[in-house]
């Protein structure tokens, strides 16, 4: 069954309460005005190699069991930290 706005609000504000008691988080939001898409990005004790490994996840999450297409997010290789 799809959510409703109202569903998938409540749910944001949730997580969005969940991250603020986390050790960091990185949170993006993406809006589509008309043909444009805006973005808004907040990160809080975390580092550029976690977010770029969350970016990834979130294209394995919004490409679900579509084939990739030329429009892939570059993949990077993490840092190890010695």
């Not at 069954?1 to 609000?9: L, N």
């Not at 809006?31 to 898409?37: D, E, G």
């Amino acid at each position: 069954m799809a959510q409703t706005e109202k569903e998938i609000i409540e749910k944001l504000n949730e997580k969005i309460e969940e991250a603020q008691e986390a050790d960091g988080f990185f949170i993006t939001v993406t809006r589509r005005v008309k043909n444009r898409l805006y973005h808004f990005q907040a990160q809080i004790q975390i580092g550029l190699d976690d977010c770029i490994l969350s970016l990834n996840e979130c294209e394995k999450l919004v490409r679900g069991t579509k084939p990739k297409t030329p429009t892939n997010i570059a993949r990077f290789k993490p840092r190890t930290h010695k």
